[in-house]
Structure formats: structure tokens, C-alpha cells
């Protein structure tokens, strides 16, 4: 529906004398009413599931939520931890430990979460040693002294129940388990909440005896286990073929939680504390244990499963495994290399065949025999826990199977120094398993020991306490057990990668070194790689050309090179070693919809962590990350053996020719005997687009003959052309599509795990190119045109002419060739890091990609597992596109193609949706002319040179929008009304709907301080919400304007013109991003609103950027740090990890500022509906979903282009996911991204938003004219530069920008009128308004694969249910935007600090005197300060109190203890503290000392956790003890003592003084641009701890 001009430009003459008609309620509150007029009732609320608001067509199915469930269903994170006393009671162990396990468990309750009813837990569960005294009358100790015992969840049906366990029976009889009984588990089921009630299972035990042919297995009783567990595996089959184990929907009914001798799980979708109330045996004196696991969940979904608490069998894990697709393809094609003869499966119990069982058979495709091993459907814990228990079944210890799995970054690590067999064992397990990559505490038990590891990253907390009589206390935060400091000996944490281990025979302790040297030392795996490896290191490039430069052009062309490969990525690459930077945002059509041409690569969208699990640092923490792999048979990892040394080690996946000769080399036996074979994938020309099926065959089959027949170990992909007369009769198969397909082959033929693959291609020059590539199965690329290209351009005249110039760095020919490589690198790692991954090689076919137009054919040939969810190109698609870029002739004189699609181009050239001729149709609109500013006219021109707006104007504008070739996904979409048009003056007033409007965070300093000032102004004005962006604002916008002359000029802000008195230039909204920039308590308490910045919609993944020649002396004086000095935001990591610690974030901003909401900034991308809901339930008020589109003023070229998805995508999804989980209600919805014209809002509103971001094109409202010059300091009008000179041109006033949002409104009145709406709120969430429009559907020109009825289908129906508009009733029920929620859990103790008289009369009064307080403190008071910090702020400002404010506290301390103080204030902790003390520290002064009669020697203990004084502006910080991990990240102005810290101290410092008094940990002051550190370097092993990229030291 898209209404006729004529009748548009009547309905804006007809709408103008209502326009303010209605007061709005408040300054940013709306009226309520439904769609029929009434109040809506917020009392009757409900989940709302009816679903296919927007219709699907016959034969589709809903797919908003298709893929691996723990991709879009559900993710968790949690607290965990374990205690163990071997040395206390008798040989059963004593019920303390149970007692004290469930006390940890209970202070770990603000790490979980609870379900849609705020009272059924996400989880909680603990493994425990077998209570053998509670168990008596089932166990002898002469025939059966420990029987195996099984806690499983059972159907409550009691014929099913009854039917299952009859099965269950069964197995176990023919399996030689003589069954001993069931027990019933006595529960509770009055403690449950109504969710958990309603799903709970029948809790039951049950016990067998030891088979009698395994009676000399007692004192390991290894084979009874093995039996046990291939037994309960088994029982899974008979159930499932029953149809007897799993519900309707899919979920489990049967589930063991644990089936062992040694080890019993009790878990469940409660609380902590109800987990004791609802299972009564761990009330019972007689349950006594050595050990005991316990773990609390916080679940991204309100209906968790019983089945997916924790612990798990053998694990208990705390994060989030981002390589799981990955991972689990892998463990699939693993076990599909395995053999085992059938009969030999049969015996279940003789130790000797299940020995080769669990080593040599294929557990995953043997489902008729036994369940498989890993499921997508599981999830990320679940199938962790599954190959990690497969490997203790075989001849791993515990420790030795995590430490193959979740490997330490071993390289460069001066720890190792002294211990070359931990390497060794890295190494050797390196090249057999891809790492099980993301952050991880995993705390487990095998019944033999128990021990922590933490992932090669750090980040996630983890201390240990070890106690005068044995007992080692392990948890995620200190303090969760009550222990008295006497008594204590020893406090640890675990660093990056470490780990502890307790062997729970002979109680001993082993540290990270002595458990990880035990293990290392039972192999010689260093002479193994000696002897078998063969390494192939980089080696120089040559310098002959392949091709001719006619050639070389054509071949270019037909492999989809332009110009602008060329001129921008490969001059920069090669140049300078760098990717390209660029600016603006992605504003061309996505590739299924361009009328260009495009490679398969852009059909494909990287995926990145948000919220819970976090990006990594690839610029300042590339220690921890390698681009390194392998070639060659990867043996067995169940069976270690000198074999699995032999394999091909590439330092770098990018090859060149000289390094391809050298593999090849390696075939000769005398090197080796690598076997390898090369197979072309280019066919004739003739042969037609569909003759690219054959070919895909042909070379599968090949693929499949050359491993099976001939061993072929390297396996080289070539689309290589001899010369121009093969190029001219053949095509090629793209080699992305070639190598999935071949992949996914050899995966289903078993034969993967044999071979490595090789890419050798023209198609590939970009780093989205490798990391596709690599992502769907490579193991390495061979890029002979791309090195051609660089051999091309370097010898190009006008390239020498630049080097001699000075414009490049002078470089050889293999130089740029090398700087290329390095570019490509980096590049892949900052890919990998994006999804929070440090291995490449745990990269490898881990498909973390969405794609976005193709069809299934394509997935399903190359892609499987992949999400499309809009359909798209098939592969004859693909075949005519690909033929489409060969050009139409190899003359010499011919040129590539300027496709144009980063910088707009006339005639050829890419659409882009932002361009100069769109700026100057806005400009004609809202009466800006760019030549009027303060350089020329402005001050003598008439209302400062500002014309009335024209409304023919924004009619031309809107309608070169709606003709332009299509673009994005909205353009496919109509308006479809239930209802009779109404009269416009019938519709609420545009000042109700401009209370919507938001600008972008876009950032002073990519801003000039007249745009974003400007900005502010005008959105401030018509009661919209303006964004500060990352960077902070100067203390004068807090105030309003009262000094504005009648020219429109204020003292306040010279540089402005247009002012009003009134007028406020204060954000409404203060972003909070990683670089913490511009963030003191000041700044906190002005916002009204307080944005976390999660991701950006042009880099989602990456931190911000600021190049230095932007960085003037004032904006460096906002921000804390040197002008000229390029500032990088690191990804956020540090305290925003894990969805456990945004919540912590979003409890210390509602703690600093009560009053101001919290809005959580996401991009969308699969699977955030179930991210959304896991920020709605860490309390946020608001979210935000940005495009993958969004604009920037810095940014890797390859990040804008290939990262985030549509918003249309992501809203719809955040949308649909909270409405189902029944938590819409608790948030507000934004979103941005190219949002332009009122459509653009009237579609977002109805896929579910209720505020609405403009960014960009707020900018050209206020004179940017699209010169795409933003990251070079160069804006001709002065919107993005800092230079003086360039902002005297800067044309806005903030009338310009009222007159664009008027237009925007008056635009939506319009529609909402024809639609038959008379208000706004009456359409958010209607996607039954919306249908796919077939007459722009039919212009695609590529492919007639594309729908979206698919997708939006998925949106429930909204229409009768508007409940979710309002706040939840026990928020009173009102305005969502008028309501902010209240911190949860730990608010108290700050209340009393901020209540006790004393302080409140220290505060008011400030006269200079000293104030003493009092108080004690446990890790459940979080944020402690916080709100004092906020009080004195309020009223002072920055500056603090005139004299001290003492406040002595005494205990453990939760979270950000002393977050934000300021000047005055003087907090003295005796005690411990855990992660983000001194967060956001502005003055004061923190001491954290032990108490006096502390057993444990201060200075070698951990006192403090992590990312200590993150973002630090002031203040003086003193730790009689030591500090974790990134100590003073980002400090910019405190000064600090420790007695130590662990790895990335001083990372990105700017300012202050850091004081380490002890040892340190690895990269010691990486980025750090400012500010000093002393180090005390007893042992002299400190230089190698540096990073010494930027700063210098010297003793």
C-alpha cells in the first residue's frame, strides 16, 4: 500500500492546525489508550503464543527460530564452584560439606536468574561423592559395597513412568547389571514455582550391582563405569524406539542426571536456597560426602528445562562454548572415522571390548545401538560434558581430557618456560582436537579427582581458598562461604588457562603447573613431534607473474574483482599491512537483491558475541590467539599414540607458491609420505548454469575416490586457468560453495578426519573471504591471484610514484606480498575474536555465519546446518551470477569494472541509499543550504540563512527512496489495513510521536561539537531522546539555556547558531561503552537515560575508534586522555562478559543514578531473541536492536560490510521472543539502523519497536553531504571534523533537524490515517498490518527464491493482547518509559550507608570535617557505594566533598564494592573483595587489607578479583594483597598499589599511576598510551611480561 502523491500532499495541508493540539503527560510520556479508545488493562497479561500474524504460504514453515538451540532457543551462564575435604570423617566424608556446598549455592543467587513467574529457578544442582550411609539398604560390604546408582528424571505418568522403567529393566538385565530397586527421591513440591511445578519430572533412583565378569576391576572400577555409561546410552535407544523418552515437543522425559558408582547429580528449575527444601535428602545428617559441585544457572530463556540444570555428568560450566557448531561437526566426522566390527558392540561389560568401545566405535551414527554422542539440540554444557565424559571413559584422566579441550595459550608464555613438556602435550593435542573455544569455568569430577579450569582467556572469575585442615574451597566469587581468615593458609585464583586438581584418594593438592607436568609427563610428546611433524614455517614470496596483465585483468573480472579491490584493499593491505578503514555504514542493497553482481562470500553475514559470551581483544590480547594449522590424517583422541604427531604444521593458513611447493614436496617418503592430489573445480562454459550440479558431483565424487582409494592426505581445490584460452571455455565452481560441498562429503563418507583441504582460488582477497572459506572447511588458501594482484599493483607507475612521494611506505615486491598476508591475518583474527574465538583452528568448519539469500538447494549441497532464512539464490543462480562477472573480452586495453560498492559511483556503479543527491533533496526540503555557515553568511542572513521548510520538497525525497532499486528487506514489504481509513484530524498530534524519536550514539569526537550539540538541541526540543555516543559531554550541557540573545546566540555556546532559551544541549541518553571515555559520576547522574553499548551496528564485535588527528586538545581533555593519540575502544570484555555480569553492570548503573533506566545497545543477529530476553531479565528497561548497516565514523572495511544482520530481522526476533517468553512487558524496544522516512518507522513499529533511532540521516538533516570522509578528519561542512577550520563551515542549526522530524511525523500521521490508526501505539507489534509485496518481490532480478512469510510468520499475533504496552502491574502498570526498575538482591547495605544520619549530615553539610561509619558486608552486597557515590555527585558534581567521608567495612564484598567514588570519600574493606572494585573510580581513596590475624601470608594471596579500577579517573587505590586479571584497565587518572596482578595489567591506560609490589602476569601495558607503572621484578622475568608495542621501560 503506498499512497498516491496527490493525496499525501493534501493530507499534510489538512494536518497542519492539529499538530500541538495534546499536551503530551509528561516530558517523555504518551497517553494510554487502546485501539477501540479504552485504557488498557494491565492487569490481564498472558503469554502471548498465537502465532502467523503474517501469513505463511502453502508448504512453508516458520524459521525466525530455526538452528541450534543453544544458537536461538536458549543460553545460560552461572556461578559455580567446589569444595573437598578428603581428611574429615570417615571413608564416606561428613555432611559439613554437603551443608556448606548449599550455603556457596545459596550466596550464588545473583548469578541465576528465575523463569517467566519470578520464582521458578533457571537452575541449580550439585554432584556430590555417592551418600553410600543414605544409600545403606541397597549396598553390602561384602557382595555389592558401592552399586551403581542412577538419579533419573521420569515421566509423571505413572502407567508411562511404570512402562519406562520396565525398559529400563531390562537393559540392564541383559547386560549383566543385576537390578537392585527403585527409590523414590522424597521432594517437595510446595516449594516449587508455578513453571517448575508444572514441568517437574518423577524423581527416582536406582541401583545395580557390578557384573560379576569385572570383579577385578574393584579397585579402579573403570570397567564398571564404562558399562554403566554405555549402558545408559543404550537404555536411551530402547526408550526412543518406544517412543517412550522424549515428550511431543522434543524435550527430554527420561533423563539420567548422573548413572555412576563413584558420583549422583541432584538438580533442578529452581532456586539455590529451594534446592535443599524441594530434595529432602540433603536435609539428612546420614548424606555425607568428600566433595561436593554446585552450580546456580541464569538462563537467557523463562522456560528452562529440568534437564539442562547443572551440573552436568561430569562438568559443571559456567560460559559459553562459541565454537559449538564447530565443534560438534567435528566430533561428528570424528566418530564417523571409527570401526568397530558390529558383533563387538553387543558386550557392554567385558572391561577389554568396552575398552575398544568407547576408543574405536562410531558413538554418534550407531543409533540403533547407543544414543548419539553430540546433538545441536542439546545445549553448549550439555555436549561438552558429553565428549568430555567419553574421553574420561577412555584412557584420560579428568584433568588430561580438559586440558586437550579447552587448551591454555601455551605459545610465548613465560610460565611454560621451565615446563617444555606442557607444551609439548599442547602441541601434540592441538594438532588432533580443535579447542573447545569461549569463556569458561568448568569445574568437574570423574569421581577420582576433582578440579577447575578456566579458558585460555580469563574471563571469568575464579578463586580458591585452601583451610588449616585440608579442605580447598573453589568458587566463582569469594566469600560465598563463611570461613574465618585464621584458619585460612592459602588464597589463589585461577589465571587464564589454569587450573587445580584435588585427587580425592589421597586428598592432594596440585596447582596449574604440578597437575598439567603430571599429565604432560606420561607421553613423550616432544620427541613424538620431533620425529612425525613436519613444519612448514612462511617463507619468502617469489617474484614471477603467473599471467600477463591482460590476463591477469580478465581472470580478475571473471572472479568478481572491481576496481575498488584493487585501489582500497589491496593498497592498503599491501601498503601498509593493514585493512582498509572506512566510514558511513553499509547503505548498499544486501547482495541477494543488488542488481550487481556479487561473490557467494557476500551471501554470508559473520556472527559476534553479545552479551553472553564477550568478544576478544585481537589488537592488545593476541598473545592468547594463532592463526596456525594442520594438514594431514588426524588420529584417534581416545587413543594417543605416536601416530597423531604426524600431521603437516602451517604457521600461516595463507599460502604462497613457494610454501605450496614445499607441501608438495612432502609426498616424497623420504619427507614424510604425505600423499596429495589436486582437483580442479572449473567445468566448460558451455555446459550451462545447471552445469554447475554436475560439476559439484563430479568433484565430491573425486574428493571422496582420491581419500578412500588413494590416502591422500592434502587435498588442493584449484580453480586455477593455465592461461587466457582455458579462461575464455570455463568457468568455475565458486570456491566457497566448492569447498562446503566437498566438506560436508567427506564428513558423511567418514573420510574427513583423513585429509586436509586446501583452497587454491582467485576468488579470494578479502578477510571475509578467508574466514568464509576457512568457516565452512578449509584448512588452507592458496590466494594466487590476489598475490598476483599485489605483484600488479606494485608494479604499477603510479604505485612507485606514490612510494617515492611518500604517500606509501617504500616496500619490495615480496614485502607488500608479506604485508598482505599480515593484513589477512590480522584480519582473521580479528573475525575470530568477534565471536569471542581464539584459535583458528577451532574456526574451521564452525559456520558461524547467517547467510541471507540462498536458497536451500545451496545450503544443502554446501551450507549444511547454516541458517537462510529468507530464501533465495539456488545453485544455477549462483552459476549465472558467477558468469555474469567474466568480462567481454581479454583485449589489452580492457579495465575491471568500478562496481562501486563502497563509494558510490554514477551509471554502473552499486545503489547506495546515502548519497550527495539524497543529502541535497533533503536539504531543498528543510531549508538548509550548505554554503550558509559561520565561514560565509550565516551571521547577517535572515534566520541565520534558514528557509522555510517545503513540503513538495520532502514528498521529491520520499519518492527517490521509494523508486530506488530495492535495497533492504523492508522494501519487500506493503501495508495491509483491517480497517476503513479515518481523518487525519483524527490522529494524534505529531508531538506525541516525535516523544519517539531518538538519534544515533553517535560520539563527540566522531561529531564536531556543532553537530553534536546541534543534534541534541533538536531532538531535546520536540521531547525526543538524544544520545551522547561513547566519548562523554562537556559538564556545561547540563544546564539549559538562558542566555540566548535575539539573534539566536548564546555566551554558552558561541559556535551555535539557532538557539532558544529552554533549549538543552544535555543527551538524554549517556552511553556507556568498553572504552569508558567521558564516564565520571557526574556523567552518570546527568543522563536521564544510561545506554550500555554492547555492539555497534557498522562493527558489532568490536570496541569503538577514534583516529588521532580527531583527537584535539578538547576532546582529549573530555575523554582523559593525549591529543593526537589514536584511541581504540577495547570489545567489551571486561566487565560485560557474561549476561551474569551485564546484569552486575546494569545493578551499578540503577545504584549510581535510581532515577535514569538502563538501555542495553544489541545488533541483530540470529539468536537474539534469546539474548533480548536474557537482558530483560538482568533488569534492563530498554533495548535496543540496531542494523548490521548502522553508520560509524572508523571502521574496518570488512566489519561494516559483513557483520550484523537487517534490523528487520533482529527486532522481529527480539520482539517475538519476549512477547513468547512473557517479558515484553518489562522493556522498551528501539531500534536504528538507515532508518530514513516514515515508512521505515510505521514497519519497524509494527515488527514491534516503540522508539525509533535516526542516524545518518539526522546528520544530513543538519548539512552532511555523504563525502565518506569522516575517519580522515576532512568533512567539508564540518559534521566530522575537529579541525577549526572545517567546523566554521558547519551549516545546521537545530532547526533544520526539527523540520526533518516534523516531515517524519506528519508522514506517519499519514499512513496512520489511511490505515484507519488514530494512535501510534495502536500499530507497534501488528505485524498482521504487513504483507509481502508482490510487485516488488517479482523485481528481484537474481533469483525468484526470495520470501519472507517464512520468517515474519513467526511474530505472534498481538492484535487482541496489547498488555505488553504497559509496565508489569507489580511496576504499577504504567507507561513503560515512565518506569525504571529497582535493583534486586543487593541493594540494601548501600541504602543503609546512604540512610545513616552521620552520612547524610556529612553530605548536606560539607563543611570539611571527617565523618567514621561502620558497616559489614557479604558477597551478596553488590555495587557498595555506588548510590553514596550518586548522592554526592548529584550534588556536587565531580568535585566530591570538601572533607572525608570514612566508611569502614568489614567482611567479603560483592561485586563493584566502591564503584564511581569521588573526592571525600575514604573506604577502607578489611577483608576480601571480588571482581570491579574501583570501577569508574573518580577520587577518593579504596584500602582492601586482610584482617590482622589472617593465617595466609597477604602479599602471595589474591585479595582483590578482576578488572580492578576499569575505567578509573581519580582516585588513590591501596591492596594489601594481590589483584587479578586487567588491573587498571583503562585507568585514566588513579593511582594504584598491589602486591600483584595477574595477566593484562595497565591495558589501555591512559593516565594515572599503577604500583606492583609482586609478580605480574603476560602483556603488561598493552595499548597503554599514558600514565606510569612501577614494577618490583624480583625474579627478573618482567621485560618478557610486556607488551612492548607502545610503551617503553627501562629499570
Known sequence: MRLPQAAMMAVIAASAASAFQTRVASSHGRTAATATGGPIDSQSRSVTTALNAFQLK???????????????????????????????????????????????????????????????GDGAGIMTQIPWKLFKEYRSDENCPKPGVGMVFLPQDETRRNEVKDVIQKVCEANDLDFLGWREVPVDPATLGPQALGAVPSMWQMFVKAPKKLDDDEETRDGFERTLYLVRRRIAVELDALSLLKKDDGSEEVYFASFSSQTIVYKGMVQGCVLPQFYKDLQNEDFTTKFVIYHRRFSTNTTPKWPLAQPMRVVGHNGEINTLIGNVNWVKAREKSKALPDHELEDLVSADNTDNIVMMCNTQDVPNLLEPLV???????????????????????????????????????????????????????GGLLEAWDGPALLVYSDGKSIGASLDRNGLRPARYSITSDGTVYMMSETGVVDLDESDIVSKGRLGPGQMINVDLETGEFKDNIAIKSEIASRHPYGEWIAENRRDIPKMSFGDDRSYDDATATFAQGSFGWGLEDIGMQIQDMAGSGKETTYSMGDDAPIAVLSERPHTPYNYFKQRFAQVTNPPIDPLREGVVMSVAMTLGKKESIYKVSEKGARLIHLESPVLNGNEMDRIASLAKEENGGFQQASISTRYALEDGPDGIKAAIDAICDKAVDEVRNGGVEVLILSDMAADQAELDVSTYIPPLVAV??????????????????????????????????VGYGANAVHPYLAL????????????????????????????????????????????????????????????????????????????????????????????????????????????????????????????????????????????????????????????????????????????????????NIRDLLDFESDRESIPIEDVEPISEIMTRFCTGAMSLGALSREAHETLAIAVNRVGGKSNSGEGGEDVVRG?????????????????????????????????????????????????????????QGAKPGEGGQLPGPKVSEYIASLRASKQGVTLISPPPHHDIYSIEDLAQLIHDLH????????????????????????????????????????????????????????????????????????????????????????????????????????????????????????????????????????????????????????????????????????????????????????????????????SLSGFFSSIPDSKADRAFLRATPAEGGGLKDDTVHVNGFSPDLDREICDHPDVKAAIESDEGGDTAVSFNIKN????????????????????????????????????????????????????????????????????????????????????????????????????????????????????????????????????????????????????????????????????????????????
Open 58 to 120: 502453502d508448504g512453508e514453515t516458520a524459521n525466525m527460530f530455526d538452528g541450534p538451540r543453544p544458537l536461538v532457543k536458549e543460553r545460560d551462564a552461572c556461578g559455580v564452584g567446589f569444595i573437598a575435604n578428603t581428611n574429615s570423617g570417615e571413608e564416606f566424608g561428613t555432611h559439613k560439606v554437603l551443608t556448606q556446598g548449599l550455603r556457596a549455592l545459596d550466596c550464588m543467587e545473583h548469578r541465576g536468574a528465575c523463569g517467566g513467574d519470578g520464582i521458578s
Open 375 to 429: 546433538d545441536l539440540n542439546r545445549s553448549d554444557s550439555a555436549n561438552l560434558d558429553a565428549v568430555f565424559e567419553l574421553m574420561t571413559k577412555s584412557r584420560h584422566r579428568a584433568p588430561c581430557a580438559l586440558m586437550s579441550l579447552v587448551p591454555t595459550a601455551y605459545e610465548n608464555e613465560p610460565a611454560l618456560n621451565d615446563n617444555p613438556e606442557i607444551v609439548d602435550f599442547y602441541k601434540f593435542h
Open 740 to 773: 562446503g560441498a566437498v566438506h560436508h562429503r567427506l564428513i558423511k563418507e567418514g573420510l574427513r578426519m583423513d585429509t586436509g583441504i586446501v583452497v587454491e582460488t582467485g576468488s579470494a582477497w578479502s578477510t571475509h573471504h578467508y574466514a568464509c572459506l
Open 788 to 967: 598476483e594482484t599485489v605483484k600488479q599493483w606494485h608494479g604499477q607507475a603510479r604505485t612507485q610514484s606514490m612510494m617515492k612521494a611518500g604517500k606509501l611506505k617504500d616496500a619490495t615486491l615480496d614485502e607488500a606480498q608479506a604485508n598482505y598476508r599480515t593484513a589477512v591475518e590480522n584480519g582473521l583474527l580479528k573475525i575470530l575474536s568477534k565471536m569471542g574465538i581464539s584459535l583458528l583452528s577451532s574456526y574451521q568448519g564452525a559456520q558461524i555465519f547467517e547467510a541471507m539469500g540462498l536458497g536451500e538447494e545451496v545450503v544443502n549441497t554446501s551450507f549444511k546446518g547454516t541458517t537462510s532464512r529468507i530464501g533465495g539464490v539456488d545453485l544455477a543462480d549462483i552459476a549465472s551470477e558467477t558468469a555474469s562477472m567474466r568480462p567481454e573480452s581479454s583485449d589489452e586495453k580492457a579495465k575491471l569494472i568500478n562496481y562501486g560498492y563502497y563509494k558510490p559511483i554514477p551509471k554502473r556503479g552499486e545503489y547506495h541509499a546515502n548519497s550527495a543527491d539524497l543529502a541535497k533533496l533533503l536539504h531543498d526540503a528543510i531549508g538548509l543550504d550548505k554554503k550558509v555557515s559561520a565561514a560565509t553568511t550565516r551571521d547577517v542572513a535572515e534566520n541565520d540563512g534558514v528557509k522555510p521548510k517545503n513540503a513538495a520538497g520532502y514528498e521529491i525525497f520520499k519518492k527517490s527512496l521509494e523508486s530506488a532499486p530495492l535495497a
Open 1039 to 1095: 544546564t539549559d539555556l538562558s542566555d540566548v540573545d535575539e539573534k539566536g546566540r548564546s555566551p554558552t555556546f558561541p559556535h551555535l547558531a539557532g538557539l532558544k532559551n529552554g533549549d538543552s544541549a544535555n543527551s538524554f541518553v549517556h552511553q556507556i561503552a568498553s572504552g569508558r571515555f567521558g564516564v565520571t559520576p557526574e556523567f552518570l547522574v546527568t543522563g536521564k537515560q544510561l545506554e550500555i553499548k554492547m555492539a
Open 1151 to 1346: 545504584a549510581v543514578n535510581e532515577k535514569a533506566g538502563v538501555s542495553v545497545k544489541l545488533v541483530s543477529s540470529i539468536g537474539i531473541g534469546t539474548v533480548a530476553c536474557g537482558v530483560a531479565k538482568a533488569q534492563a528497561d530498554v533495548i535496543q536492536i540496531s542494523g548490521g548497516d548502522g553508520g560509524t565514523g572508523a571502521s574496518p572495511l570488512s566489519s561494516i560490510k559483513h557483520a550484523g544482520m537487517p534490523w528487520e530481522m533482529g527486532l522481529s526476533e527480539a520482539h517475538s521472543a519476549l512477547l513468547s517468553n512473557g517479558l515484553r512487558d518489562r522493556v522498551v524496544l528501539r531500534v536504528d539502523g538507515g532508518i530514513r522516512t516514515g515508512r521505515d518507522i510505521a514497519i519497524a513499529a509494527m515488527m514491534g519497536a516503540e522508539e525509533f533511532g535516526f542516524g545518518t540521516i539526522a546528520m544530513i538533516a543538519e548539512g552532511c553531504v555523504m563525502a565518506r570522509v569522516c575517519h580522515l578528519n576532512t568533512c567539508p561542512v564540518g559534521v566530522t571534523s575537529q579541525k577549526e577550520e572545517l567546523r566554521k563551515k558547519f551549516p545546521g542549526t537545530p532547526e533544520h533537524v526539527v523540520n526533518f522530524f516534523v516531515f517524519v511525523a506528519e508522514e506517519i500521521r499519514e499512513l496512520m490515517a489511511h490505515l484507519g490508526y488514530s494512535k501510534f501505539e495502536d500499530i507497534i507489534g501488528r505485524a498482521d498490518l504487513l504483507k509481502e509485496d508482490n510487485d516488488q518481490i517479482e523485481r528481484i532480478a537474481k533469483t525468484k527464491g526470495v
Open 1420 to 1595: 551478596t552486597d553488590r555495587s557498595t557505594c555506588a548510590m553514596l557515590a550518586g548522592d554526592i555527585a548529584r550534588k556536587y558534581g565531580n568535585r566530591g566533598l570538601a572533607g572525608n567521608l570514612n566508611i569502614n567495612i568489614f567482611g567479603s564484598a560483592g561485586q563493584s564494592f566502591g564503584a564511581f567514588t569521588l573526592p571525600g570519600m575514604r573506604v577502607r574493606l578489611t577483608g576480601e573483595a571480588n571482581d570491579y572494585v574501583g570501577k569508574g573510580m573518580h577520587g577518593g581513596e579504596i584500602v582492601v587489607s586482610p584482617e590482622a590475624d589472617a593465617g595466609f601470608v597477604a602479599a602471595d594471596s589474591s585479595i582483590v578479583g578482576n578488572a580492578c579500577l576499569y575505567g578509573a579517573t581519580g582516585g588513590d587505590f591501596h591492596a594489601n594483597g594481590r589483584a587479578g586479571e586487567r588491573f587498571c584497565v583503562r585507568n585514566s587518572g588513579a593511582y594504584a598499589v598491589c602486591e600483584g596482578t595477574g595477566d593484562h595489567c595497565c591495558e589501555y591506560m591512559t593516565g594515572g599511576v599503577v604500583v606492583a609490589l609482586g609478580t605480574v602476569g603476560r602483556n603488561v601495558g598493552a595499548g597503554m598510551t599514558g600514565g606510569i607503572g612501577y614494577f618490583y621484578d624480583q625474579d627478573g622475568g618482567f621485560e618478557e611480561r610486556v607488551n612492548g608495542e607502545i610503551v617503553k621501560y627501562q629499570r
